[in-house]
């Protein structure tokens, strides 16, 4: 079955960087783009960021561009979201997301940007 399980988030100041991590199974996970989401307290659910199938091709919500990286490692099945000069309205639980049909959620890691 697939699962996605996400990891590195945690509180950092703002200006602050984090690296998110997202562990893929179940599934041929070179075949497909990775996407990472975010949902702030109150708020819907929102695309960060989405990295084609071999890396090539990135784009990001535009809340984000030139702050945040996405990456992937097709060799481990790793996804990636390097997050930089972070601010308090990042706050929020990071999800890795892939579409095949149907969406595939991990459960989320909480990011809280606070001085």
């Known amino acids: 079955q697939v699962q996605l399980v996400e990891s590195g988030g945690g509180l950092v100041q703002p200006g602050g960087s984090l690296r998110l991590s997202c562990a893929a199974s179940?599934?041929?996970?070179?075949?497909?783009?990775m996407s990472w989401y975010r949902q702030a307290p109150g708020k819907e659910r929102e695309r960060v960021a989405t990295i084609g199938s071999t890396g090539g091709s990135v784009n990001y919500a535009d809340s984000v561009k030139g702050r945040f990286t996405i990456s992937r490692d097709n060799a481990k099945n790793m996804a990636y979201l390097q997050m930089n000069s972070l601010k308090p309205e990042d706050t929020a639980v990071y999800y890795c997301?892939?579409?095949?049909?149907?969406?595939?959620w991990g459960k989320g890691t909480l990011v809280t940007v606070s001085s």
């Open positions: 997301n892939v579409y095949m049909g149907v969406n595939y």
């Open positions: 179940g599934f041929t996970y070179s075949m497909y783009a």
